[in-house]
C-alpha cells in the first residue's frame, strides 16, 4: 500500500491527508504543535473570494476554491460561512472596472447593491452602499473547525495525526527517492511520499532535500471585538476590513497596520495596533465606537515569494510533494483534493499546471497568461 507522510496539520495538511486517506492510501500527519491549525489557520482572516485583480488562471483557481467550499458545505462539512463582502477602493473607477472584469469572467459581483440582495444594516456615511462592489457569494472560514473535521474524518479512515511531532529530515534512498520522514525525537515513519504542507516552516522542510522553494512570509494582526448581533456582511474598506467572527463577535484587520508591523511584532506594538484597528473599524460600522478588542493575535502568512501557490512533485525527489499556498482558506481545501489526486493517481489538475515548485529554482514567475499583478487578502 502507498504510505504517506504529511507535514504540517493545518488546513492544507488536513485536506490533503482527509482525500488521501479516503482514497485508501495508509497516511500519517506529524504536527509540531500539540493541536490542529496552530500556524496561519488559527489565525487568519480567512475570507473567500476571487475578487481582484489577477491573471486569469490564478482567479479560475481562486473561483473553483470558492465553489469547493460552497460544494462541501452542502455536504455537511463545516467551517464555511457564506456571507457578502463589501468592497470599497479609494480609486471608485477601477473597483467599478475590476467588477465588470469580475462579471465577465462568471464571478457574481455588481458596483452598488445587486438586485434581490438585502443592503446590510451598519456601514456608516464613510463608505455609501451606491459606491461598493456587492459580491454575494463569498464567506469566511471557520479553518481550525474545518481542519479539525477533516482529521477526525481522515483518522476514521485510517490515518495516523501525531501532534508534538516535529519533522526534522527526509530520508532518500539511492536513487534518490523518499523513504522516510524523520521526527525530532529519533523515529522515523516510513513513507514513499512526504507532503509539504509546512505553512510559514515550508521552507525549511523543502531544503531537507535540496527543494529551491522561497518564501517572503508577511505578519498579520487580528483584533476580535464584541458586537451586539452578527454582522450580515463582510465590510472591506480601503484601511479596514470586518467580518462576522460567530454570534456576537467581529474579526478586524487592516493592510496599513499589516505593513508596519514587520514580521515578529512586539506585543506592545500589536496592542497598540490593536486599539488603532479598532478606530478604524469605527469609523466604517459606527456601533463599534468604543468597544473593547478581546484578543488580538498575530498570524503569519506563508507567503511563497512570487505570490502564487507551490503544488506539486519536485522533479528530481521522487516521492516530495509540496502544498504550500497563501489565500488558504480560499485555496485550501480544493488544493488538498487535488494534490490528493495527483498523488494517488499521477492525474494533474490543469488548475494546478502554472504552479509547480520547480518554478523557484528559476525565475519564480509562473506561466498564467494574461500577466496582471495578483491581488491578495
Ligand atoms: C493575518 C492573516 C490573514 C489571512 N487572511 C486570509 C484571507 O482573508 N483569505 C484567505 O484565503 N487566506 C488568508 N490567509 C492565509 C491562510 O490563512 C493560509 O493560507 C492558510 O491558513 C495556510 O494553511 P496551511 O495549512 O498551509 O498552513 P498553516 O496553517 O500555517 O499550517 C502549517 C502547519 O505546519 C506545522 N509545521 C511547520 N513545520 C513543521 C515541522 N517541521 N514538523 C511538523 N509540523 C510543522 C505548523 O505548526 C503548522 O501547524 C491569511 C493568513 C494570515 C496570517
Known amino acids: 500500500m502507498r504510505a504517506v507522510?504529511?507535514?504540517?496539520?493545518?488546513?492544507?495538511?488536513?485536506?490533503?491527508?482527509?482525500?488521501?486517506?479516503?482514497?485508501?492510501l495508509r497516511v500519517v500527519v506529524v504536527e509540531r504543535e500539540p493541536v490542529p491549525a496552530a500556524g496561519a489557520s488559527g489565525a487568519s482572516f480567512a475570507r473567500a473570494t476571487a475578487f481582484g485583480r489577477a491573471p486569469r488562471a490564478y482567479f479560475e483557481l481562486r473561483h473553483a476554491g470558492l465553489r469547493t467550499l460552497h460544494r462541501l458545505r452542502e455536504t455537511g462539512v463545516p467551517g464555511f460561512h457564506p456571507c457578502p463582502s463589501l468592497v470599497w477602493s479609494r480609486d471608485d473607477p477601477a473597483l467599478a472596472d475590476t467588477v465588470a472584469t469580475a462579471?465577465?469572467?462568471?464571478?457574481?459581483?455588481?458596483?452598488?447593491?445587486?438586485?434581490?440582495?438585502?443592503?446590510?444594516?451598519?456601514?456608516?456615511?464613510?463608505?455609501?452602499?451606491?459606491?461598493?462592489?456587492?459580491?454575494?457569494?463569498?464567506?469566511?472560514?471557520?479553518?481550525?473547525?474545518?481542519?479539525d473535521w477533516m482529521l477526525a474524518r481522515a483518522r476514521?479512515?485510517?490515518?495516523?495525526?501525531?501532534f508534538g511531532a516535529r519533522a526534522v529530515d527526509i530520508r532518500t534512498g539511492a536513487d534518490g527517492a523518499v523513504r522516510a520522514l524523520v521526527l525530532a525525537d529519533g523515529g522515523a515513519v516510513a513513507a514513499d511520499t512526504v507532503v509539504n504542507a509546512a505553512g510559514a516552516g515550508a521552507d525549511r522542510v523543502a531544503?531537507?532535500?535540496?527543494?529551491?522553494?522561497a518564501l517572503a512570509p508577511s505578519a498579520g494582526l487580528l483584533a476580535e471585538v464584541p458586537l451586539a448581533r452578527e454582522l450580515d456582511a463582510m465590510l472591506l474598506a480601503p484601511d479596514i476590513s470586518i467580518r462576522p467572527a460567530g454570534a456576537g463577535a467581529a474579526l478586524l484587520r487592516s493592510d496599513a497596520i499589516d505593513s508596519r508591523l514587520g514580521a515578529a511584532p512586539a506585543a506592545d506594538l500589536a496592542a497598540e495596533a490593536a486599539a488603532e484597528l479598532l478606530e478604524r473599524a469605527a469609523a466604517v460600522l459606527p456601533e463599534l465606537a468604543g468597544a473593547r478588542p478581546t484578543a488580538a493575535r498575530v498570524g503569519v502568512r506563508a507567503f511563497p515569494a512570487d505570490g502564487y501557490p507551490s503544488v506539486g512533485f519536485l522533479s528530481g525527489v521522487p516521492g516530495y510533494y509540496e502544498a504550500v499556498t497563501h489565500s488558504g482558506a480560499t485555496l485550501g481545501p480544493l488544493l488538498g483534493r487535488l494534490a490528493a489526486e495527483e498523488i494517488a493517481s499521477g492525474h494533474r489538475s490543469r488548475l494546478l499546471a502554472p504552479y509547480t515548485p520547480d518554478r523557484f529554482g528559476g525565475s519564480a514567475?509562473?506561466?498564467?497568461?494574461?500577466?496582471?499583478?495578483?491581488?491578495h487578502t
Do not use: S
Request: glycine share 16%; proline share 11%; hydrophobic share 50%.
Open 365 to 375: 514567475v509562473p506561466d498564467q497568461g494574461a500577466g496582471i499583478a495578483p491581488a
Open 103 to 147: 462579471r465577465h469572467q462568471g464571478y457574481r459581483a455588481c458596483h452598488g447593491p445587486c438586485a434581490g440582495f438585502p443592503v446590510p444594516a451598519g456601514p456608516g456615511r464613510a463608505v455609501p452602499a451606491a459606491r461598493a462592489a456587492y459580491l454575494p457569494a463569498e464567506g469566511w472560514v471557520d479553518l481550525p473547525a474545518m481542519a
Open 207 to 213: 531544503r531537507l532535500v535540496g527543494g529551491p522553494l
Open 5 to 24: 507522510a504529511v507535514v504540517g496539520a493545518g488546513v492544507l495538511g488536513a485536506a490533503v491527508a482527509w482525500n488521501l486517506a479516503r482514497r485508501g
Open 156 to 162: 476514521r479512515f485510517g490515518a495516523d495525526i501525531r
